[in-house]
């Protein structure tokens, strides 16, 4: 929504310039900016007089024009049948850019140069005439600037409106708004409509099918219309809300609709087959044509104008070509109506198209001004058409829409606000904003339809404090409510992931979480259930994803198109899968590929499984779980015999990790080995120990010894320590494997491990004897077990 | 008067100091102690004069020796010091070693910080769906079916029953409502959803940290206070704040609220569009037609309710130009935010 600044001092007294203007509106509920419209099109464009014109030789239209253009002589061509001696013209010299980037440059036509360019309305973005060249009047001062002459220097006033305010969507409402902001009336405009003798009731009878959908059908008749040009005052108003002038008729009902916010309509009154409007709903199948040309096939979902039989316009949207108005046109039928919001939301929405009107239908029309705007068309269209108004509107108002009466008690604003504004203030910006108001102690307010969102008291409540400000309400230092908040469990565990990830040296992602159903597919399983959007934005986000190891694969992906190839990454996130309700669960993601850090002491070492297993046994002590086992699974996505999952006791997997399978990797294009894994969120919240209970500190020595056994390699070490931690009772304190060794000191087939082993008794200090007998029936144990060779011990 | 035996002494006292020092100064130290003008051996020599003849000699003779070894030795020690700085080669402008530090995403440090400030205040944190019922995320929130307010948010629609992808986390304040004890004092931080197109200004997804309260006679002043007391918080002192009306389903009335341009102090930059302010969050008082809806009475309870765009406040905080950053994860932008 737009409108020159100038418009809204004809109908308010406003003491600000255009910006203070745009500010106050903006303090008051409607974003408002200040452009300068045709600034940029008009620069080097100036009042020019054809001070000579002679044919171009060897040419049938080209004309050789020399042009004063108030500080020298320029040589012009020019193309335009309506050229003459003497004419004051618009010049476009070199340098200027006119509507839609064109640029005037020195030329040169058939061997004659040419260093400017005379105008037509449609170069100027005025109209779609290019048919000759805009002759101005005869005192035009020449030199003066054209955009200066056309009077198109005006500011606009730029509005960006929230759907409650389509009160705001006319001169008026601004006015209105800008009267009362500046303490002033609002100016209506005036005019005096003479009608003929003859009733518009003969030539036309209105009924409506559908009450619900239009509250309200009125119709003028005018007779003896002489299609033109508007006058230039019109153009000009036009040009500046950003609509193209077309014809006295057209041009009109749009500029009522931007002065009164009501939208009109025009219809050959001639070409109608029966003299008579009926509302109804579309057939279904029912063929339209708008006036853009465009065929739609309706259904009842649009709500139709017809002349009893055929459509004559989509309600509220768009008129029907057959009875457009065009040059030939002699008698009008001229509508106003209102219509009901959701009615044309649907029905714009069916036939694909948004206009001037139907934005207003939706928004909230005032079926109170349909009188008021159909008499100010009328009043145009026969001083400036030369049109015969028939006596009488035609109104068929089926269902009466009367103002709403809203009770307001002055203490529930300040309370509601925590202000004090005085009730005669209440009273004043009420009243200026053109709302009843009657002082019965409270206020019984009445709305004007011109608000349709003002039904309840704490709208008016609002409407006062825009006006009155929100620089008004103090600001109070109290703390209600509550006064303290308990930290949830489930923020102290995602900042005690955040916290362990990162020392490790992990990178936090954030995803989408929007996936592409088909890689989603390679990650998850074909068949897998996927969660769809209905209305993707693009196909390759048209799923929601089920695990985040789909996003950290798209993150290292993009990462090594980056050549970052080395990459460990966490992701907290959600996994979506399809169900009634659809199921959500959080997950903890991890990944990692390339090479370690290195520096000039460390090499760089590839980064292998247990890099990842390492990271796992870190995160899951700093975040006071039990470490998880990995037991052996195939699962996609990761490679045969790296897929793991992991295990806390009996519980199912809380999660898994392996070697991503380097197929999926691909698809990916990632080309070198990725090891994930999974956790379950909630898993980990609930195995999360967070009582604490301290141990006394040992009060006897500890005896460490040192094991080396050999056993066959597909033995697993995990097996041999729990063997060793069963054998070793109570008095094994502890058990860490400290070295793994295949090759030459070894036989084929087989592996040596030497495990750290460390005795104490809470009794007292064990002799060498028990040592040495407990550790031996560890190796006896193991003999039996694994058939293990025992190197040392 | 000093005998050998005191000699003796004194050379393994200065030689256990010797052996203990572990500066150049200490050193220095000890030669001025022992050697120097006033040193211990020095005043021995001088006070030989008064000796018996035949102890002179000998007394003497073996304060001159200790003498000599004893500045041998602190010569010899310093000579080590010297030397040891080269064998053990250390040089500490080499770097450290170290694994480094990862990276926390700055979405979360910044709804960390917003979390925190108003944790402080008494907000409890609650979460929800991010695929929600078109229930919550319109209807009880106001937006009536086939309301113009709807196609103020781009809204991704789901399979199943009546969902969407939540639009914005005021869901999870008609979840609590619902069944909460008044009075009810809440953030909701998360992850929304926005059907719109891809660009460097927006994404298809962004971060909310949403809040309200509800609680018999709060007003907007009550709402201002908060807002300036997390601007202030959050911002650093000294921020004004302005607000400006609006429009949302869920509150009445709604404001946009404004503060001061950070970068230049509202005296206008290429931040601020030379307004001098920054529009960083949207609130309301809560329209009494969403306390209906949770069976609140709404002429016995008011409320407020604030959200913030968590991403926008990161770009205008570090200086971000493009939204897409956030979510692709490159190393070397994460790492900024160390």
């Known amino acids: 929504m737009q409108v020159p600044y100038s418009w809204i001092k004809e109908l308010a007294d406003i003491p600000w310039s255009a910006e203070e203007l745009a500010e106050r509106l903006t303090l008051s509920g409607a974003e408002a900016e200040v452009e300068e419209l045709f600034e940029a099109g008009f620069e080097n464009v100036c009042v020019g007089h054809i001070i000579e014109l002679e044919p171009v030789e060897g040419s049938d239209h080209l004309k050789k024009a020399v042009v004063d253009s108030g500080d020298e002589h320029l040589q012009v061509i020019c193309g335009a049948p309506n050229a003459a001696k003497g004419q004051k013209i618009v010049l476009a010299k070199v340098g200027a850019t006119l509507k839609e980037g064109f ?489 990692i590929t390339g090479a370690s850090d290195s520096d000039w002491f460390t090499k760089p070492r590839n980064f292998n499984f247990y890099d990842l297993k390492g990271a796992i046994d870190v995160l899951v002590t700093g975040c006071r779980n039990p470490v998880p086992e990995f037991k052996y699974a195939d699962r996609i996505p990761y490679m045969n015999g790296m897929s793991f999952d992991l295990k806390f006791e009996d519980r199912p997997a809380a999660g898994h990790a392996g070697m991503i399978d380097p197929e999926i990797a691909k698809a990916f294009d990632i080309k070198q080995p990725v090891f994930a894994a999974l956790l379950d969120f909630e898993t980990m919240l609930n195995m999360r120990n967070d009582d604490i209970q301290f141990r006394n500190l040992p009060r006897f020595p500890a005896s460490p010894k040192d094991m080396a056994i050999v056993v066959d390699d597909d033995i697993q070490a995990g097996d041999i320590m729990k063997e060793i931690i069963k054998a070793g009772g109570k008095l094994l304190e502890e058990v860490k494997l400290f070295d793994l060794y295949r090759g030459k000191q070894v036989p084929e087939g087989k592996k040596s491990l030497a495990f750290a082993m460390v005795y104490r008794s809470d009794k007292g200090s064990l002799k060498s004897k028990e040592v040495i007998k407990l550790h031996s029936n560890i190796a006896e144990h193991l003999k039996k077990c694994f058939n293990a060779e025992i190197r040392e011990s | 008067m000093p005998g050998l035996k005191d000699i003796d002494k004194i050379k393994a006292q200065a030689l256990a100091a010797i052996a203990s020092a572990s500066t150049q100064d200490d050193l220095n130290n000890i030669s001025i102690k022992y050697l120097g003008r006033k040193g211990v051996i020095t005043s021995i020599l001088k006070s030989l004069k008064d000796l018996p003849i035949e102890q002179r000699k000998s007394v003497g003779a073996a304060a001159n020796k200790i003498k000599v070894e004893i500045d041998q030795e602190i010569k010899s020690a310093l000579n080590k010091f010297k030397i040891s700085r080269v064998k053990a080669g250390i040089d500490p402008t080499l770097p450290g070693i170290a694994r480094r530090l990862g990276a926390i995403h700055p979405i979360t440090q910044v709804i960390d910080d917003m979390c925190r400030s108003f944790h402080g205040m008494g907000f409890a944190i609650e979460r929800g769906p991010e695929v929600e019922t078109d229930y919550y995320n319109f209807e009880a929130l106001n937006f009536p079916p086939d309301h113009p307010a709807r196609d103020m948010q781009d ?108 970068l230049c102090r509202g005296k206008g930059c290429q931040l601020c569009k030379y307004s001098g302010w920054l529009e960083i969050l949207g609130a309301g008082m809560i329209d009494p037609n969403v306390l209906k809806m949770a069976d609140i009475d709404s002429e016995k309870y008011t409320g407020y309710a604030f959200g913030i765009g968590v991403e926008r406040i990161a770009m205008l905080k570090y200086g971000i130009n493009d939204i897409r950053l956030f979510y692709e994860n490159d190393i070397r932008f994460i790492r900024q935010f160390i």
Not at chain 1, 482 to 495: M, W
Not at chain 2, 180 to 189: A, M
Request: hydrophobic share 35%.
């Open chain 1, 103 to 591: 640029k005037i440059k020195k030329a040169k036509l058939r061997g004659v140069e040419s260093y400017g360019m005379i105008c037509s309305e449609m170069e100027l973005g005025m109209s779609e005439d290019h048919s000759g060249i805009i002759v101005l009047e005869d005192d035009a001062e020449i030199g003066k600037p054209a955009l200066d002459y056309f009077g198109l220097d005006d500011p606009v006033i730029k509005l960006d409106l929230t759907p409650n305010r389509p009160d705001m969507l006319s001169a008026i409402g601004v006015a209105r708004d800008s009267a009362c902001l500046a303490g002033t009336k609002l100016k209506r405009p005036e005019f005096k409509l003479e009608e003929s003798a003859e009733k518009a009731s003969d030539y036309i009878n209105i009924s409506i099918d559908d009450p619900d959908a239009c509250p309200r059908y009125a119709a003028r008749i005018i007779r003896n219309i002489k299609i033109g040009p508007s006058p230039w005052w019109i153009k000009r108003k036009l040009l500046l809300c950003g609509i193209r002038p077309i014809s006295n008729i057209v041009d009109i009902t749009n500029l009522v609709m931007m002065e009164y916010g009501h939208p009109l309509h025009a219809f050959d009154y001639d070409l109608f087959k029966n003299k008579e409007i009926l509302v109804r709903r579309a057939h279904e199948g029912e063929k339209f044509t708008t006036l853009d040309s465009k065929e739609h096939e309706l259904d009842p979902r649009v709500l139709l104008i017809t002349d009893g039989e055929k459509g004559v316009a989509a309600a509220g949207v768009m008129g029907g070509l057959d009875t457009e108005v065009t040059e030939k046109t002699r008698n009008i039928l001229l509508e106003s109506a209102y219509f009901d919001s959701i009615t044309i939301r649907k029905s714009r929405q069916k036939l694909g198209m948004t206009s001037e009107s139907s934005i207003r239908f939706e928004k909230g029309a005032d079926p109170n001004v349909v009188p008021a705007a159909i008499d100010r068309a009328a009043y145009l269209m026969q001083k400036y058409a030369g049109g015969e108004v028939l006596s009488g509107i035609v109104d068929c108002y089926p269902k009466r829409m009367d103002p709403i009466r809203i009770t307001l008690r002055p203490e529930r604003v300040n309370s509601f606000l925590g202000t004090e504004i005085s009730k005669d203030r209440i009273v004043k910006i009420l009243t200026d904003l053109e709302y009843g108001v009657e002082d019965k102690g409270t206020l019984e307010v009445l709305a004007p339809t011109h608000a349709p969102d003002v039904t309840r008291e704490v709208d008016l409540i609002e409407e006062i404090i825009r006006i009155e400000g929100y620089d008004s309400i103090p600001f109070v230092e109290r703390n209600s409510g509550p006064l303290v908040a308990v930290t949830r469990k489930d923020d102290e565990l995602r900042s005690e992931i955040r916290r362990v990830m990162t020392s490790q040296g992990f990178d936090e992602a954030y995803s989408s979480g929007l996936a592409d159903t088909d890689l989603l597919a390679k990650v998850m399983g074909n068949g897998q259930p996927q969660l769809k959007i209905l209305n993707p934005i693009a196909e390759d986000l048209s799923v929601m994803q089920s695990s985040v190891i789909y996003s950290l694969l798209k993150s290292v992906s993009h990462n090594i198109s980056r050549r970052n190839v080395n990459l460990c990454l966490f992701e907290l996130g959600r996994g979506f899968l399809p169900g009634d309700p659809p199921q959500e669960n959080e997950q903890l993601g991890l990944i």
């Open chain 2, 155 to 262: 809204t991704f629609y789901v399979e199943g029953n009546d969902l969407v992808l939540r639009t914005h986390t005021t869901p999870v304040q008609a979840r609590v409502l619902e069944k909460c004890k008044l009075p009810v004092k809440v953030i909701t931080p998360g992850k929304t959803y926005r059907n719109e197109e891809i660009s460097t200004r927006s994404y298809c997804v962004f971060h909310q940290v949403d809040g309200f309260l509800v609680d018999e006679g709060v007003t907007m002043a009550d709402l201002k206070g908060v807002l300036v007391a997390f601007c202030r918080d959050f911002f650093g002192e000294g921020m004004s704040l302005r607000f400006r009306p609006s429009y949302f389903p869920f509150t009445e009335p709604s404001v946009e609220v404004d503060i001061s341009c950070f």
